[in-house]
Nanobody, 123 residues
Framework: QVQLVESGGGLVQAGGSLRLSCAASGDTFSRYSMAWFRQPPGKEREFVAVISRSLPVTYYADSVKGRFTISRDNAKNTVYLQMNSLKPEDTAVYYC????????????????WGKGTLVTVSS
């Protein structure tokens, strides 16, 4: 059992930056690949970024590549999403997810989800 709690969401102007955090508890954090998904208003939940269980292998959606950076601190049981050069299209509820296996970009592969944190980017 893994519990995930996101934080760091808020309102930011286009071109600005925001850093999201996801605190994990309940199991050995390093055993899980960690991912960020987002759900814009009126749209389906979509993949954003993922980081592997051990070595810091990362993969990003094309829409955020070069602007977002995912990282993890296993000592703090926390995964981060640094978001730079934000666009109005980035407005969404951002969800943290965990998978006790090789990293994946598919939402159905995720075993645990946080409740989400809202990011609003004004134009």
């Amino acid at each position: 059992q893994v519990q995930l709690v996101e934080s760091g969401g808020g309102l930011v102007q286009a071109g600005g930056s925001l850093r999201l955090s996801c605190a994990a508890s309940g199991d050995t954090f390093s055993r899980y690949s960690m991912a960020w998904f987002r759900q814009p208003p009126g749209k389906e939940r979509e993949f954003v970024a993922v980081i592997s269980r051990s070595l810091p292998v990362t993969y990003y959606a094309d829409s955020v590549k070069g602007r977002f950076t995912i990282s993890r601190d296993n000592a703090k049981n926390t995964v981060y999403l640094q978001m730079n050069s934000l666009k109005p299209e980035d407005t969404a509820v951002y969800y943290c997810a965990a998978r006790g296996a090789m990293w994946s970009t598919r939402k159905n592969d995720m075993e645990y989800w946080g409740k989400g944190t809202l990011v609003t980017v004004s134009s």
